[in-house]
């Protein structure tokens, strides 16, 4: 007789409890750059026409360093200044996808995958929204994950503080890794 029909069984009284074995993780990242002018502006691995650009010691993707961060963070392996010393003169003017893929290595060689990553922009100017497509297939690229595993959303500053000001762009980022099972 099937046990699942039988009222005084124990086992089938409890409700079932699904076991979760996957183990997983989450960062957090966000980076901050300053607007210069006539400078280019690279967000995301993406060129972006703009009358400004970020300033920083490599090629200043703040969208890019966040995601680095929020992977580093969720793998637990410190941060992406510990990684490229802004002092450092191999890393003046360094592509910041080179970064997020050394970065991501480092998470690989640990036995964990990426799952999925969501990303705000602050930026007063330009508009994102014919960029995002463009950004979130690259990151999906740089992270080895399809672009629907990838969310980039664009928040202005409402014209107030560093962002609204246009003295600077910011950028935030959530990651999510599981172990990849043996
Ligand atoms: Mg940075």
Redesign the pocket.
């Known amino acids: 007789m099937d046990c699942r029909h039988h009222i005084f069984c124990h086992r089938h009284t409890q409700p079932r409890r699904r076991r979760i074995t996957r183990a997983v993780r989450i960062g957090i990242g966000h980076?901050t750059?300053r607007l210069g002018p006539a400078l280019p502006l690279k967000l995301g691995g993406v060129d972006i026409a703009h009358s400004h650009g970020l300033v920083?010691h490599s090629d200043?993707d703040?969208l890019l360093?966040a995601v680095t961060d929020a992977l580093l963070g969720a793998a637990a392996l410190g941060d992406i200044g510990e990684m490229f010393p802004d002092n450092a003169p191999e890393n003046r003017n360094r592509d910041s996808a080179d970064m997020l893929r050394r970065a991501l290595e480092r998470v690989k060689a640990g036995g964990w995958r990426v799952v999925n990553v969501d990303c705000i922009v602050f930026a007063q100017l330009p508009k994102l929204s014919p960029y995002k497509d463009a950004i979130r297939r690259h990151i999906g690229e740089l992270l080895e994950v399809p672009a629907d595993c990838v969310g980039v959303k664009a928040k202005t500053g409402e014209h107030v503080g560093p962002v609204g000001r246009q003295e600077a762009m910011m950028a935030e980022c959530v990651a999510l890794i599981e172990k990849v099972d043996d």
């Open positions: 980076d750059h920083g200043a703040v360093h």
